[in-house]
């Protein structure tokens, strides 16, 4: 199975006049959203990761993402949930 981890900016603007931003957690076969977390900015994204992984059974399971979320640290944390 695989499940891609993106940020995206939503259109228009929040309460606060600045977009959104949401990272996300998708099923690739399905398009389903298994995790959602909202951030302040689209810096921001890589705090988030961990957040929408931790606690998943990742076994079986190949995780995409974008060149930004290529830290040591995300891949220790799929590897110890038994992802790829």
Do not use: F, N, W, Y
């Not at 909202?38 to 995780?63: C, F, M, N």
């Amino acid at each position: 199975m695989g499940q891609a981890i993106d940020g995206k900016s939503g259109r228009g603007v929040g309460r606060s006049g600045q977009p959104g931003h949401l990272v996300s957690l998708v099923e690739h076969a399905s398009a389903t959203v298994l995790a959602q977390e909202q951030v302040a900015r689209k810096r921001d994204e890589r705090s988030a990761v961990p957040v929408v992984l931790t606690g998943r059974d990742l076994r079986t399971t190949v995780i995409t993402l974008d060149a930004l979320h290529t830290l040591k640290p995300t891949a220790r944390l799929i590897l110890a949930q038994g992802g790829d």
